[in-house]
Protein backbone atom coordinates (compact mmCIF):
# COMPACT_ATOMS: atom_id res chain seq x y z
CA UNK A 1 0.00 0.00 0.00
CA UNK A 2 1.56 3.55 -1.00
CA UNK A 3 2.40 5.63 2.04
CA UNK A 4 0.95 9.01 2.02
CA UNK A 5 3.51 11.64 2.00
CA UNK A 6 0.85 14.84 2.54
CA UNK A 7 0.14 15.77 5.91
CA UNK A 8 -3.69 16.54 4.90
CA UNK A 9 -3.39 12.78 3.01
CA UNK A 10 -2.55 11.10 5.98
CA UNK A 11 -5.85 12.96 8.08
CA UNK A 12 -7.93 11.56 5.32
CA UNK A 13 -6.66 8.10 5.37
CA UNK A 14 -6.75 8.06 8.95
CA UNK A 15 -10.34 9.09 9.34
CA UNK A 16 -11.53 7.12 7.03
CA UNK A 17 -9.85 3.98 8.81
CA UNK A 18 -11.53 5.48 12.13
CA UNK A 19 -15.15 5.01 10.78
CA UNK A 20 -14.75 2.12 8.40
CA UNK A 21 -11.63 -0.29 9.55
CA UNK A 22 -11.94 -2.62 13.27
CA UNK A 23 -8.61 -1.71 13.96
CA UNK A 24 -7.68 -1.96 17.13
CA UNK A 25 -7.80 0.93 19.96
CA UNK A 26 -5.04 1.66 21.86
CA UNK A 27 -4.11 4.04 24.82
CA UNK A 28 -1.18 6.74 24.73
CA UNK A 29 1.63 6.60 26.60
CA UNK A 30 3.41 9.79 27.79
CA UNK A 31 5.18 10.45 25.08
CA UNK A 32 1.53 10.43 22.74
CA UNK A 33 -1.13 12.91 22.39
CA UNK A 34 -1.77 12.58 25.83
CA UNK A 35 0.98 15.63 26.41
CA UNK A 36 0.07 17.53 23.24
CA UNK A 37 -3.86 17.48 25.31
CA UNK A 38 -2.11 18.53 28.49
CA UNK A 39 -0.22 21.00 26.99
CA UNK A 40 -3.10 22.68 25.25
CA UNK A 41 -5.26 22.84 28.39
CA UNK A 42 -2.68 24.12 30.07
CA UNK A 43 -1.62 27.12 27.41
CA UNK A 44 -5.66 27.54 27.09
CA UNK A 45 -6.00 28.86 30.50
CA UNK A 46 -2.71 30.71 30.59
CA UNK A 47 -3.49 32.22 27.15
CA UNK A 48 0.04 30.91 26.17
CA UNK A 49 -0.02 28.09 23.81
CA UNK A 50 3.60 28.27 22.21
CA UNK A 51 3.83 24.73 23.65
CA UNK A 52 1.52 23.16 21.20
CA UNK A 53 1.49 22.89 17.23
CA UNK A 54 -2.21 23.39 15.88
CA UNK A 55 -3.63 22.76 12.92
CA UNK A 56 -7.25 23.22 10.88
CA UNK A 57 -9.64 20.35 9.51
CA UNK A 58 -7.45 20.30 6.83
CA UNK A 59 -4.19 19.62 8.27
CA UNK A 60 -3.14 23.12 7.40
CA UNK A 61 -0.63 24.54 10.01
CA UNK A 62 -2.16 27.54 11.97
CA UNK A 63 -0.18 29.87 14.54
CA UNK A 64 -0.41 29.17 18.05
CA UNK A 65 -1.15 33.25 18.61
CA UNK A 66 -4.15 32.73 15.80
CA UNK A 67 -5.53 29.90 18.41
CA UNK A 68 -5.08 32.15 21.64
CA UNK A 69 -6.74 35.08 19.96
CA UNK A 70 -9.63 33.22 18.75
CA UNK A 71 -10.40 31.34 22.04
CA UNK A 72 -10.38 34.90 23.20
CA UNK A 73 -12.91 36.32 20.62
CA UNK A 74 -14.93 33.04 21.26
CA UNK A 75 -15.00 33.63 25.15
CA UNK A 76 -16.57 36.63 24.46
CA UNK A 77 -18.45 38.03 27.67
CA UNK A 78 -17.11 35.10 29.77
CA UNK A 79 -12.88 35.74 28.67
CA UNK A 80 -12.23 37.20 32.16
CA UNK A 81 -13.27 33.77 33.69
CA UNK A 82 -11.26 31.15 32.39
CA UNK A 83 -13.02 27.92 32.32
CA UNK A 84 -11.34 24.94 34.49
CA UNK A 85 -9.87 22.00 31.89
CA UNK A 86 -9.75 18.55 32.71
CA UNK A 87 -8.85 15.85 30.35
CA UNK A 88 -11.23 12.85 30.64
CA UNK A 89 -8.90 9.65 31.22
CA UNK A 90 -6.19 9.07 28.19
CA UNK A 91 -6.56 9.78 24.43
CA UNK A 92 -7.84 6.49 22.25
CA UNK A 93 -5.33 6.07 18.96
CA UNK A 94 -6.29 5.05 16.17
CA UNK A 95 -3.75 4.76 13.57
CA UNK A 96 -1.75 8.21 13.49
CA UNK A 97 -4.99 10.29 15.03
CA UNK A 98 -6.57 10.50 18.18
CA UNK A 99 -9.89 11.88 20.38
CA UNK A 100 -9.35 12.79 23.87
CA UNK A 101 -12.20 14.17 26.11
CA UNK A 102 -11.89 17.38 27.99
CA UNK A 103 -13.97 18.75 30.56
CA UNK A 104 -15.15 22.36 30.53
CA UNK A 105 -16.05 24.26 33.51
CA UNK A 106 -17.38 27.60 33.58
CA UNK A 107 -17.37 29.41 36.90
CA UNK A 108 -20.62 32.16 35.72
CA UNK A 109 -21.86 34.72 37.73
CA UNK A 110 -23.99 33.63 40.93
CA UNK A 111 -21.66 30.91 41.94
CA UNK A 112 -23.51 28.90 38.51
CA UNK A 113 -21.00 26.58 37.19
CA UNK A 114 -21.41 25.64 33.53
CA UNK A 115 -19.39 22.10 32.44
CA UNK A 116 -19.99 20.21 29.83
CA UNK A 117 -17.63 17.74 28.01
CA UNK A 118 -15.89 18.31 24.25
CA UNK A 119 -13.61 15.95 21.84
CA UNK A 120 -10.29 17.21 21.17
CA UNK A 121 -9.35 15.54 17.88
CA UNK A 122 -5.33 15.47 16.97
CA UNK A 123 -3.32 14.46 14.11
CA UNK A 124 0.42 13.22 14.10
CA UNK A 125 2.49 14.99 11.89
CA UNK A 126 5.59 13.83 10.27
CA UNK A 127 7.83 14.43 13.04
CA UNK A 128 5.82 12.33 14.82
CA UNK A 129 4.47 15.13 17.25
CA UNK A 130 0.90 15.00 18.46
CA UNK A 131 -0.57 18.35 16.74
CA UNK A 132 -4.43 19.48 18.07
CA UNK A 133 -6.87 20.14 15.47
CA UNK A 134 -8.10 23.44 15.98
CA UNK A 135 -11.94 24.16 15.09
CA UNK A 136 -14.41 26.85 16.93
CA UNK A 137 -16.55 24.01 18.14
CA UNK A 138 -13.71 22.49 20.35
CA UNK A 139 -14.75 25.43 22.54
CA UNK A 140 -18.23 24.33 22.26
CA UNK A 141 -20.25 22.25 19.88
CA UNK A 142 -22.59 25.21 18.65
CA UNK A 143 -19.49 28.14 18.06
CA UNK A 144 -18.79 28.96 14.61
CA UNK A 145 -15.89 31.15 13.73
CA UNK A 146 -16.43 34.94 14.59
CA UNK A 147 -19.18 33.96 17.64
CA UNK A 148 -19.24 35.31 21.30
CA UNK A 149 -20.62 33.94 24.14
CA UNK A 150 -22.70 36.19 25.90
CA UNK A 151 -24.44 36.30 28.86
CA UNK A 152 -28.24 37.40 29.29
CA UNK A 153 -30.20 37.72 33.28
CA UNK A 154 -33.21 36.18 32.90
CA UNK A 155 -35.50 38.03 35.03
CA UNK A 156 -37.54 36.27 37.84
CA UNK A 157 -41.13 36.61 38.45
CA UNK A 158 -41.63 39.23 41.42
CA UNK A 159 -43.40 37.99 44.09
CA UNK A 160 -46.17 40.72 45.77
CA UNK A 161 -47.12 41.98 49.11
CA UNK A 162 -50.24 40.52 50.00
CA UNK A 163 -53.35 42.36 52.17
CA UNK A 164 -54.47 40.23 55.70
CA UNK A 165 -56.57 37.96 53.36
CA UNK A 166 -54.05 36.63 51.34
CA UNK A 167 -55.04 38.75 48.23
CA UNK A 168 -52.45 40.84 45.91
CA UNK A 169 -52.06 44.78 46.83
CA UNK A 170 -50.33 45.29 44.16
CA UNK A 171 -51.48 44.35 40.87
CA UNK A 172 -51.46 45.10 37.10
CA UNK A 173 -53.71 48.07 36.39
CA UNK A 174 -54.48 50.54 33.67
CA UNK A 175 -52.72 53.76 33.23
CA UNK A 176 -52.08 55.94 29.83
CA UNK A 177 -48.54 57.68 29.44
CA UNK A 178 -49.57 61.51 28.23
CA UNK A 179 -46.66 62.82 26.14
CA UNK A 180 -46.17 65.05 22.89
CA UNK A 181 -44.71 64.78 19.75
CA UNK A 182 -42.38 67.75 18.45
CA UNK A 183 -43.28 67.93 15.34
CA UNK A 184 -47.23 68.67 15.81
CA UNK A 185 -46.84 70.96 18.98
CA UNK A 186 -47.65 74.54 17.83
CA UNK A 187 -47.62 76.35 20.59
CA UNK A 188 -45.11 75.09 23.35
CA UNK A 189 -45.49 77.55 25.76
CA UNK A 190 -49.41 77.81 25.72
CA UNK A 191 -49.36 73.59 25.64
CA UNK A 192 -47.48 73.39 28.76
CA UNK A 193 -50.04 75.90 30.41
CA UNK A 194 -52.93 74.02 29.11
CA UNK A 195 -51.36 70.45 30.48
CA UNK A 196 -50.29 72.18 33.72
CA UNK A 197 -53.48 73.43 34.57
CA UNK A 198 -55.51 70.28 34.33
CA UNK A 199 -52.84 68.02 36.42
CA UNK A 200 -53.61 70.30 38.93
CA UNK A 201 -57.45 69.59 38.58
CA UNK A 202 -57.06 66.09 39.11
CA UNK A 203 -58.39 64.71 42.48
CA UNK A 204 -57.14 63.35 44.95
CA UNK A 205 -54.29 65.88 43.92
CA UNK A 206 -50.58 65.03 42.80
CA UNK A 207 -48.55 65.12 45.46
CA UNK A 208 -45.99 66.73 44.64
CA UNK A 209 -47.30 68.46 41.44
CA UNK A 210 -46.78 67.43 37.79
CA UNK A 211 -43.07 69.16 37.27
CA UNK A 212 -42.88 70.36 33.52
CA UNK A 213 -40.20 73.20 34.17
CA UNK A 214 -38.07 71.30 31.77
CA UNK A 215 -40.61 69.88 29.18
CA UNK A 216 -39.48 72.76 26.50
CA UNK A 217 -35.86 71.48 26.65
CA UNK A 218 -37.09 67.75 26.22
CA UNK A 219 -39.11 68.64 23.52
CA UNK A 220 -35.88 70.30 21.52
CA UNK A 221 -33.71 67.95 21.92
CA UNK A 222 -35.85 64.93 20.93
CA UNK A 223 -36.38 63.82 17.53
CA UNK A 224 -39.57 65.16 15.40
CA UNK A 225 -41.17 62.63 15.65
CA UNK A 226 -40.35 61.46 18.93
CA UNK A 227 -42.94 60.79 21.85
CA UNK A 228 -41.62 62.97 24.85
CA UNK A 229 -43.38 61.70 28.24
CA UNK A 230 -45.09 64.08 30.40
CA UNK A 231 -46.29 61.76 33.19
CA UNK A 232 -48.31 58.39 33.52
CA UNK A 233 -51.36 58.71 34.94
CA UNK A 234 -53.45 56.08 36.39
CA UNK A 235 -56.93 55.33 33.83
CA UNK A 236 -59.65 57.04 36.75
CA UNK A 237 -57.25 60.49 37.42
CA UNK A 238 -56.71 60.27 33.02
CA UNK A 239 -60.38 60.21 32.79
CA UNK A 240 -61.09 63.50 34.63
CA UNK A 241 -59.07 65.22 32.49
CA UNK A 242 -59.28 63.64 29.10
CA UNK A 243 -62.12 65.97 27.97
CA UNK A 244 -59.43 69.14 28.59
CA UNK A 245 -56.31 67.23 27.47
CA UNK A 246 -57.14 64.94 24.52
CA UNK A 247 -57.50 67.60 21.75
CA UNK A 248 -54.20 69.98 22.72
CA UNK A 249 -52.52 70.20 19.83
CA UNK A 250 -49.18 67.62 19.54
CA UNK A 251 -50.62 65.59 22.50
CA UNK A 252 -50.29 61.92 22.38
CA UNK A 253 -51.52 59.21 24.39
CA UNK A 254 -49.92 55.82 25.01
CA UNK A 255 -52.17 53.14 27.01
CA UNK A 256 -50.39 50.71 29.15
CA UNK A 257 -50.51 48.53 32.36
CA UNK A 258 -48.24 48.91 35.83
CA UNK A 259 -48.19 46.76 38.63
CA UNK A 260 -49.82 49.52 41.22
CA UNK A 261 -51.80 49.38 44.40
CA UNK A 262 -55.23 50.17 44.40
CA UNK A 263 -55.24 53.70 44.90
CA UNK A 264 -51.95 56.22 44.36
CA UNK A 265 -51.93 57.13 48.06
CA UNK A 266 -52.58 53.59 49.21
CA UNK A 267 -50.47 52.48 52.09
CA UNK A 268 -47.59 54.41 50.37
CA UNK A 269 -44.57 54.58 52.56
CA UNK A 270 -45.54 51.08 54.38
CA UNK A 271 -45.47 49.53 50.69
CA UNK A 272 -42.61 51.06 49.01
CA UNK A 273 -42.38 51.61 45.37
CA UNK A 274 -40.81 48.97 42.63
CA UNK A 275 -38.59 51.56 40.18
CA UNK A 276 -35.28 50.63 37.82
CA UNK A 277 -32.12 50.19 39.54
CA UNK A 278 -30.86 53.42 40.37
CA UNK A 279 -27.53 54.12 40.54
CA UNK A 280 -26.80 53.77 43.89
CA UNK A 281 -28.69 50.91 43.77
CA UNK A 282 -25.74 49.06 41.37
CA UNK A 283 -23.17 50.62 43.18
CA UNK A 284 -23.85 49.24 46.66
CA UNK A 285 -24.88 45.91 45.67
CA UNK A 286 -22.83 45.40 41.67
CA UNK A 287 -23.10 41.22 41.84
CA UNK A 288 -27.03 41.40 42.99
CA UNK A 289 -28.32 44.24 40.30
CA UNK A 290 -27.50 44.85 36.53
CA UNK A 291 -28.89 47.77 34.72
CA UNK A 292 -32.80 47.16 34.10
CA UNK A 293 -33.34 45.67 36.68
CA UNK A 294 -36.36 46.22 39.09
CA UNK A 295 -36.00 47.10 42.45
CA UNK A 296 -37.80 47.40 45.70
CA UNK A 297 -37.11 51.09 47.24
CA UNK A 298 -38.45 51.86 50.88
CA UNK A 299 -41.14 50.26 52.85
CA UNK A 300 -42.09 46.79 52.34
CA UNK A 301 -40.44 46.45 49.17
CA UNK A 302 -36.64 47.79 50.19
CA UNK A 303 -37.18 45.84 53.22
CA UNK A 304 -38.22 42.46 52.14
CA UNK A 305 -36.65 43.05 48.33
CA UNK A 306 -34.34 40.05 48.45
CA UNK A 307 -37.19 38.01 48.83
CA UNK A 308 -39.74 38.85 46.70
CA UNK A 309 -37.69 39.63 43.59
CA UNK A 310 -36.88 35.94 43.46
CA UNK A 311 -33.29 35.02 42.22
CA UNK A 312 -32.42 35.82 38.40
CA UNK A 313 -32.12 32.93 36.46
CA UNK A 314 -28.69 33.47 33.83
CA UNK A 315 -28.31 32.15 30.27
CA UNK A 316 -25.33 31.88 28.23
CA UNK A 317 -26.30 32.62 24.64
CA UNK A 318 -24.23 33.40 21.15
CA UNK A 319 -23.35 36.27 19.54
CA UNK A 320 -22.62 36.98 16.09
CA UNK A 321 -20.98 40.32 14.55
CA UNK A 322 -23.32 42.61 12.34
CA UNK A 323 -21.87 44.03 9.06
CA UNK A 324 -21.29 47.11 10.79
CA UNK A 325 -19.30 45.05 13.70
CA UNK A 326 -21.73 45.81 15.98
CA UNK A 327 -22.85 42.68 17.77
CA UNK A 328 -26.49 40.56 18.09
CA UNK A 329 -27.87 38.15 19.95
CA UNK A 330 -28.44 34.79 17.26
CA UNK A 331 -31.08 32.96 19.47
CA UNK A 332 -29.45 30.30 20.43
CA UNK A 333 -29.33 29.98 23.88
CA UNK A 334 -26.48 27.19 25.57
CA UNK A 335 -26.78 26.73 28.62
CA UNK A 336 -29.92 28.15 31.23
CA UNK A 337 -30.11 28.12 35.46
CA UNK A 338 -34.04 28.83 35.41
CA UNK A 339 -34.66 31.77 37.59
CA UNK A 340 -36.39 31.30 41.39
CA UNK A 341 -39.80 33.25 41.58
CA UNK A 342 -39.83 35.90 44.21
CA UNK A 343 -42.06 34.72 47.36
CA UNK A 344 -44.77 36.96 48.21
CA UNK A 345 -45.04 38.96 52.15
CA UNK A 346 -48.17 38.70 53.66
CA UNK A 347 -49.53 41.51 55.72
CA UNK A 348 -51.92 42.44 58.20
CA UNK A 349 -53.20 45.64 55.96
CA UNK A 350 -56.70 45.68 54.95
CA UNK A 351 -58.02 47.49 51.59
CA UNK A 352 -61.07 48.79 53.17
CA UNK A 353 -59.71 50.46 56.03
CA UNK A 354 -56.30 51.79 54.49
CA UNK A 355 -58.62 53.45 51.62
CA UNK A 356 -60.43 55.10 54.98
CA UNK A 357 -57.43 56.15 56.07
CA UNK A 358 -56.15 57.62 53.12
CA UNK A 359 -59.36 59.20 52.62
CA UNK A 360 -59.57 60.98 55.88
CA UNK A 361 -56.35 62.46 55.52
CA UNK A 362 -57.17 63.32 51.71
CA UNK A 363 -56.88 67.32 51.54
CA UNK A 364 -54.35 67.81 54.99
CA UNK A 365 -51.61 69.90 53.60
CA UNK A 366 -49.53 69.15 56.46
CA UNK A 367 -47.49 66.19 57.50
CA UNK A 368 -49.77 63.88 58.98
CA UNK A 369 -50.80 60.11 59.62
CA UNK A 370 -53.26 57.66 60.91
CA UNK A 371 -52.94 53.84 62.20
CA UNK A 372 -55.41 51.56 62.89
CA UNK A 373 -54.84 48.72 64.93
CA UNK A 374 -57.28 45.62 65.18
CA UNK A 375 -57.43 45.28 69.44
CA UNK A 376 -58.44 41.71 69.23
CA UNK A 377 -54.93 40.63 68.03
CA UNK A 378 -52.57 43.48 67.05
CA UNK A 379 -53.04 43.44 63.04
CA UNK A 380 -52.10 46.37 61.91
CA UNK A 381 -55.02 47.50 59.36
CA UNK A 382 -54.02 50.81 58.27
CA UNK A 383 -51.10 53.15 58.00
CA UNK A 384 -51.42 56.50 56.04
CA UNK A 385 -48.84 59.16 55.62
CA UNK A 386 -49.59 62.51 54.47
CA UNK A 387 -49.66 65.10 52.53
CA UNK A 388 -50.82 62.86 49.38
CA UNK A 389 -48.48 59.78 48.45
CA UNK A 390 -46.14 60.82 51.09
CA UNK A 391 -42.48 58.65 51.21
CA UNK A 392 -41.90 58.89 54.85
CA UNK A 393 -43.30 57.20 57.10
CA UNK A 394 -44.53 58.78 59.92
CA UNK A 395 -46.85 56.63 61.27
CA UNK A 396 -44.45 54.23 62.21
CA UNK A 397 -41.42 56.41 63.00
CA UNK A 398 -42.03 59.58 64.00
CA UNK A 399 -40.80 60.55 67.38
CA UNK A 400 -42.93 63.28 68.94
CA UNK A 401 -44.63 64.50 72.20
CA UNK A 402 -47.93 63.05 72.61
CA UNK A 403 -49.59 65.46 74.21
CA UNK A 404 -52.75 65.23 76.27
CA UNK A 405 -53.41 61.61 74.92
CA UNK A 406 -50.91 60.61 77.28
CA UNK A 407 -53.57 61.36 79.75
CA UNK A 408 -54.95 58.33 79.36
CA UNK A 409 -51.39 56.37 80.26
CA UNK A 410 -51.50 59.11 83.39
CA UNK A 411 -55.12 58.25 84.21
CA UNK A 412 -54.31 54.63 84.35
CA UNK A 413 -51.62 54.85 86.60
CA UNK A 414 -53.27 57.14 88.96
CA UNK A 415 -56.58 54.96 88.82
CA UNK A 416 -54.35 52.01 89.33
CA UNK A 417 -52.42 53.73 92.77
CA UNK A 418 -55.52 54.64 94.10
CA UNK A 419 -54.58 58.31 94.03
CA UNK A 420 -58.04 59.06 92.39
CA UNK A 421 -61.11 57.42 90.93
CA UNK A 422 -63.23 59.03 87.80
CA UNK A 423 -65.77 60.35 90.63
CA UNK A 424 -63.09 61.91 93.02
CA UNK A 425 -63.32 65.96 92.93
CA UNK A 426 -60.37 67.25 91.73
CA UNK A 427 -59.50 70.99 91.27
CA UNK A 428 -58.69 72.32 87.93
CA UNK A 429 -57.30 76.16 88.27
CA UNK A 430 -56.32 77.81 85.46
CA UNK A 431 -52.99 77.84 86.22
CA UNK A 432 -50.57 75.37 88.47
CA UNK A 433 -47.00 76.38 89.46
CA UNK A 434 -44.80 73.46 90.25
CA UNK A 435 -41.45 73.71 91.65
CA UNK A 436 -41.26 77.37 89.60
CA UNK A 437 -42.39 76.54 86.34
CA UNK A 438 -46.68 77.44 85.64
CA UNK A 439 -48.65 75.00 83.74
CA UNK A 440 -52.07 76.52 82.06
CA UNK A 441 -55.07 75.43 80.14
CA UNK A 442 -55.56 75.52 76.49
CA UNK A 443 -57.30 78.57 76.18
CA UNK A 444 -56.58 79.60 79.48
CA UNK A 445 -59.74 77.75 81.33
CA UNK A 446 -60.91 76.31 84.25
CA UNK A 447 -62.95 74.33 85.52
CA UNK A 448 -62.79 74.24 89.15
CA UNK A 449 -63.27 71.69 91.62
CA UNK A 450 -65.10 68.95 89.39
CA UNK A 451 -65.05 65.59 89.43
CA UNK A 452 -61.88 63.69 88.05
CA UNK A 453 -63.86 62.45 84.73
CA UNK A 454 -64.69 65.99 83.96
CA UNK A 455 -60.71 66.81 84.02
CA UNK A 456 -60.26 64.32 81.65
CA UNK A 457 -62.62 64.92 79.64
CA UNK A 458 -62.22 68.74 79.19
CA UNK A 459 -58.25 68.11 79.21
CA UNK A 460 -57.27 69.74 82.50
CA UNK A 461 -53.40 70.21 82.59
CA UNK A 462 -53.41 71.88 85.78
CA UNK A 463 -54.89 69.03 87.19
CA UNK A 464 -52.63 66.33 86.19
CA UNK A 465 -49.59 68.49 87.11
CA UNK A 466 -50.76 68.70 90.51
CA UNK A 467 -51.49 65.37 90.50
CA UNK A 468 -48.16 63.82 89.10
CA UNK A 469 -46.30 63.61 91.97
CA UNK A 470 -48.78 60.17 93.67
CA UNK A 471 -47.27 58.34 90.09
CA UNK A 472 -43.94 58.40 91.85
CA UNK A 473 -40.83 59.12 89.92
CA UNK A 474 -41.19 56.02 87.24
CA UNK A 475 -44.49 55.24 87.73
CA UNK A 476 -45.60 56.69 84.84
CA UNK A 477 -42.87 55.07 82.75
CA UNK A 478 -44.51 51.31 84.89
CA UNK A 479 -47.64 52.12 83.75
CA UNK A 480 -46.54 52.94 79.70
CA UNK A 481 -44.45 49.40 79.22
CA UNK A 482 -48.10 47.52 80.69
CA UNK A 483 -48.92 49.47 77.07
CA UNK A 484 -46.26 48.70 75.06
CA UNK A 485 -44.75 51.66 74.90
CA UNK A 486 -40.58 51.66 75.30
CA UNK A 487 -41.47 47.40 74.05
CA UNK A 488 -39.09 45.48 72.07
CA UNK A 489 -41.86 44.36 69.76
CA UNK A 490 -41.16 44.30 66.05
CA UNK A 491 -43.60 44.58 63.37
CA UNK A 492 -41.03 44.46 60.20
CA UNK A 493 -40.82 47.61 59.56
CA UNK A 494 -38.53 50.62 61.41
CA UNK A 495 -40.59 51.63 64.08
CA UNK A 496 -40.37 53.51 67.34
CA UNK A 497 -42.12 52.06 70.42
CA UNK A 498 -41.85 55.12 72.19
CA UNK A 499 -39.64 56.73 75.33
CA UNK A 500 -41.38 57.53 78.98
CA UNK A 501 -39.99 60.08 81.01
CA UNK A 502 -39.03 58.65 83.97
CA UNK A 503 -37.24 59.67 87.08
CA UNK A 504 -36.93 63.33 86.48
CA UNK A 505 -37.77 66.50 88.95
CA UNK A 506 -40.83 67.85 89.63
CA UNK A 507 -41.15 70.13 86.86
CA UNK A 508 -40.37 66.82 84.60
CA UNK A 509 -43.01 64.45 86.35
CA UNK A 510 -45.53 67.04 85.51
CA UNK A 511 -44.79 67.57 82.03
CA UNK A 512 -44.65 64.02 81.59
CA UNK A 513 -48.49 63.63 83.26
CA UNK A 514 -49.77 65.92 80.28
CA UNK A 515 -47.45 64.10 78.05
CA UNK A 516 -44.36 67.12 77.40
CA UNK A 517 -41.67 67.07 78.88
CA UNK A 518 -38.86 64.53 77.43
CA UNK A 519 -41.61 61.62 77.09
CA UNK A 520 -42.06 60.82 72.49
CA UNK A 521 -44.12 58.38 70.98
CA UNK A 522 -45.10 57.71 67.75
CA UNK A 523 -48.47 57.31 66.06
CA UNK A 524 -48.60 53.09 65.99
CA UNK A 525 -47.06 53.01 69.44
CA UNK A 526 -50.09 55.34 70.96
CA UNK A 527 -52.33 53.23 68.68
CA UNK A 528 -51.17 49.75 70.12
CA UNK A 529 -51.78 51.75 73.54
CA UNK A 530 -54.85 52.35 72.91
CA UNK A 531 -55.73 49.01 71.83
CA UNK A 532 -54.36 47.84 74.77
CA UNK A 533 -56.87 49.63 76.80
CA UNK A 534 -59.69 49.10 74.84
CA UNK A 535 -58.68 45.03 75.50
CA UNK A 536 -57.22 44.99 78.72
CA UNK A 537 -53.66 43.74 78.15
CA UNK A 538 -50.99 44.91 75.42
CA UNK A 539 -51.06 42.68 72.04
CA UNK A 540 -47.79 43.15 69.95
CA UNK A 541 -48.80 45.13 66.80
CA UNK A 542 -47.91 43.04 64.18
CA UNK A 543 -47.46 44.24 60.05
CA UNK A 544 -46.25 40.88 58.58
CA UNK A 545 -47.74 37.78 59.02
CA UNK A 546 -45.32 35.75 56.51
CA UNK A 547 -42.84 35.66 57.04
CA UNK A 548 -43.38 36.29 60.85
CA UNK A 549 -40.80 38.90 62.59
CA UNK A 550 -38.21 37.45 65.07
CA UNK A 551 -38.15 37.11 67.56
CA UNK A 552 -41.98 37.36 68.47
CA UNK A 553 -42.53 40.08 71.21
CA UNK A 554 -44.75 38.77 74.10
CA UNK A 555 -48.55 39.95 75.23
CA UNK A 556 -48.25 41.92 78.43
CA UNK A 557 -49.97 41.52 81.47
CA UNK A 558 -53.71 41.42 81.97
CA UNK A 559 -54.37 45.23 83.05
CA UNK A 560 -55.92 46.02 86.43
CA UNK A 561 -59.54 45.31 85.55
CA UNK A 562 -61.00 48.45 87.68
CA UNK A 563 -58.88 50.83 86.42
CA UNK A 564 -58.93 50.08 82.76
CA UNK A 565 -63.12 49.82 83.48
CA UNK A 566 -62.62 53.47 84.62
CA UNK A 567 -60.05 54.69 82.07
CA UNK A 568 -62.78 53.39 79.43
CA UNK A 569 -65.80 54.90 81.02
CA UNK A 570 -63.85 58.46 80.71
CA UNK A 571 -62.51 58.09 77.46
CA UNK A 572 -66.33 57.25 76.11
CA UNK A 573 -67.02 61.00 78.53
CA UNK A 574 -64.58 62.44 76.09
CA UNK A 575 -66.53 61.83 72.84
CA UNK A 576 -70.09 62.43 74.65
CA UNK A 577 -69.59 65.64 76.55
CA UNK A 578 -65.63 66.70 76.22
CA UNK A 579 -62.94 67.64 74.01
CA UNK A 580 -63.45 64.77 71.36
CA UNK A 581 -67.36 65.92 70.49
CA UNK A 582 -66.33 66.09 66.57
CA UNK A 583 -66.97 62.13 66.71
CA UNK A 584 -70.10 62.32 68.84
CA UNK A 585 -72.57 61.50 65.81
CA UNK A 586 -70.41 58.58 64.15
CA UNK A 587 -72.55 56.13 63.27
CA UNK A 588 -71.88 52.70 64.54
CA UNK A 589 -70.75 51.29 67.83
CA UNK A 590 -69.76 53.80 70.96
CA UNK A 591 -66.60 55.73 70.16
CA UNK A 592 -63.70 55.82 72.71
CA UNK A 593 -61.25 58.72 72.66
CA UNK A 594 -58.99 61.35 73.90
CA UNK A 595 -57.61 64.32 72.11
CA UNK A 596 -53.78 65.84 72.19
CA UNK A 597 -52.43 69.14 71.63
CA UNK A 598 -48.55 68.72 72.02
CA UNK A 599 -46.10 71.66 72.51
CA UNK A 600 -42.87 70.93 70.74
CA UNK A 601 -40.61 73.75 71.08
CA UNK A 602 -40.69 76.84 73.61
CA UNK A 603 -43.53 78.55 72.02
CA UNK A 604 -46.52 77.61 73.02
CA UNK A 605 -48.09 78.60 70.15
CA UNK A 606 -46.66 75.53 67.72
CA UNK A 607 -48.39 72.51 68.66
CA UNK A 608 -48.89 69.45 67.12
CA UNK A 609 -52.38 67.74 67.11
CA UNK A 610 -53.28 64.51 68.18
CA UNK A 611 -56.60 61.88 68.55
CA UNK A 612 -56.48 58.52 70.04
CA UNK A 613 -59.35 55.93 69.97
CA UNK A 614 -61.51 52.90 69.08
CA UNK A 615 -64.41 52.02 67.77
CA UNK A 616 -65.76 48.07 67.80
CA UNK A 617 -62.47 46.25 66.95
CA UNK A 618 -60.52 49.09 65.45
CA UNK A 619 -58.05 51.37 67.71
CA UNK A 620 -56.47 53.88 66.19
CA UNK A 621 -54.08 56.94 66.75
CA UNK A 622 -54.36 60.35 64.48
CA UNK A 623 -51.32 62.85 64.31
CA UNK A 624 -51.12 66.16 62.49
CA UNK A 625 -47.43 68.14 62.64
CA UNK A 626 -47.62 71.28 63.58
CA UNK A 627 -51.49 70.79 63.36
CA UNK A 628 -52.83 72.72 66.22
CA UNK A 629 -55.55 71.48 68.63
CA UNK A 630 -56.17 67.90 68.62
CA UNK A 631 -59.97 68.80 69.25
CA UNK A 632 -59.89 70.99 65.96
CA UNK A 633 -58.12 69.11 63.56
CA UNK A 634 -57.09 65.54 64.42
CA UNK A 635 -61.34 64.74 65.95
CA UNK A 636 -62.59 65.74 62.64
CA UNK A 637 -59.79 63.45 60.39
CA UNK A 638 -60.73 60.48 63.24
CA UNK A 639 -64.01 61.12 62.36
CA UNK A 640 -63.99 60.97 58.52
CA UNK A 641 -62.02 57.53 59.10
CA UNK A 642 -64.44 56.42 61.00
CA UNK A 643 -67.60 57.53 59.01
CA UNK A 644 -65.65 56.09 55.79
CA UNK A 645 -65.65 52.60 57.53
CA UNK A 646 -68.99 52.51 58.20
Known amino acids: MHRPR???????????????????????????????????????????????????????????????????TLSGELVETPPKLTRQGDPKVVQNTATATIRIEWALPGETSWAYDRPVRLAQGRDDEWQVIWEPSLVHEQLTSGDRLGLRRVPAARAGVLDGAGEQLVTARPVVRVGVQPNQVTDLKALTRQLDSAFRAIK?????????????????????TAFVEVVTLRDEAYRQIKPRIHGLSGTKFVTDELDLAPTREFARAVLGTVDPAQADDLAKFPDRYSPGDMVGHGGLQ??????????????????????????????????????????????????????????????????????AVRISDGAVLAAANGPGAAGENLAFTAQVPPGSTFKMVSALGLVERDAVTPDTTVDCPKTATVDGRSFKNSDDFALGKVPFRTIFAKSCNTAFATLAPQLGPDGLAATGRTLGLEGQWQVGLDAFTGKVSANGGATEQAAAAIGQGTTLVSPLAMAAATAAVAKGG?????????????????????????????????????????????????????????????????????????????????????FVEQGGSGSGTAAPIAARFLRALS
Open 538 to 622: FIPPKLILDPAPEPAAEPGPELNPEAVAAVRAMMREVVTSGTGSALRNVPGEPVHGKTGTAEYDDNPKNTHAWFVGWQGDIAFAV
Open 6 to 72: HPLSRLAAATVGLLASTTLVACSGEDGPQRSVDAFLAGWHSGDLNAVGFVDPTGAKIAAADVVREIK
Open 204 to 224: PAITPPVDLSGLAKRVDEAQP
Open 302 to 371: GRWDERLRGVPGLSVIIKRPKQDGTLEATGTEVFRREPQAGEPVRSTLDVATQKAADQALRGERRRSALV
